[in-house]
């Protein structure tokens, strides 16, 4: 079983639509939860961090779920920008005490006008 | 404001040939640098990872080497490149103390084996 876990897609969405992505996780020990960006041939930005209380960043709103091990990403509102790879990301502390992350293998949205 | 650097941005090399990428971070103070690789369509694969100067963990076993010689430089080398080293090169860095830190990414190298 993977560490993460993501639907590949891809999400093909019209402008204006809402879209919602989700990611599992296996460590239980996990301790900080991320949601980054990645563009066609570019780096991974951060997008958001997710807390347990579920945090909202204008369009974009993450929830996580430690009982489940889940955690989504919902985009209102879809821009033509907003197509690209989502990466679920999580972290734990590893025995060296760098913060390691684990990525999902991410999940590719195509906004259409 | 703290930015990371990555050179070179693409690279051709032949198998069997040698192999140094190198990674930079300015703006901020004893750093923890990593190393990943992403295989066309894959997820992010970690290499190695540092906590100080002449500090590396390694992920994966393979025949890549990192060094970290300077707090804010991260090396990754190769003596023998192979045509499955294909792939995208990132490096990161992140603050040493935050408990919530996340990871920040450099530009990274696009490298082909051939």
């Known amino acids: 079983r993977k560490e993460v876990e993501q639907d590949p897609g891809p999400f093909n969405v019209p402008e204006g639509a809402t879209v919602a992505f989700n990611c599992t996780y296996s460590n239980s020990a996990s301790q900080s939860f991320f949601w980054y960006r990645q563009d066609c041939r570019k780096e991974p930005k951060l997008l958001m961090s997710v807390y347990s209380s579920g945090n909202e960043d204008g369009r974009f709103t993450a929830q996580l779920n430690r009982a489940s091990q889940y955690i989504s990403l919902l985009i209102r509102d879809s821009k033509l920008s907003d197509s690209a790879t989502y990466l679920c990301?999580?972290?734990?502390?590893?025995?060296?005490?760098?913060?390691?992350?684990?990525f999902g293998s991410g999940t590719q949205l195509t906004v259409l006008p | 404001s703290q930015t990371i650097h990555q050179w070179p941005a693409t690279l051709v090399q032949p198998v069997g040939s040698p192999l140094s990428l190198e990674c930079t971070v300015e703006g901020t103070s004893n750093p923890n640098l990593y190393w990943y690789r992403q295989a066309a369509g894959r997820g992010l694969q970690l290499l190695f990872y540092s906590v100080g100067i002449g500090q590396i963990s390694s992920e994966v076993p393979q025949n890549l080497s990192a060094s970290r010689p300077q707090d804010r430089q991260f090396i990754l080398s190769s003596k023998k490149l192979l045509l499955s080293d294909s792939g995208f090169y990132l490096c990161a860095w992140s603050p040493g103390e935050a408990p919530r830190e996340t990871q920040y990414f450099g530009p990274g190298t696009r490298l082909l084996v051939l």
């Open positions: 990301v999580v972290n734990f502390i590893s025995s060296g005490s760098a913060r390691q992350l684990t």
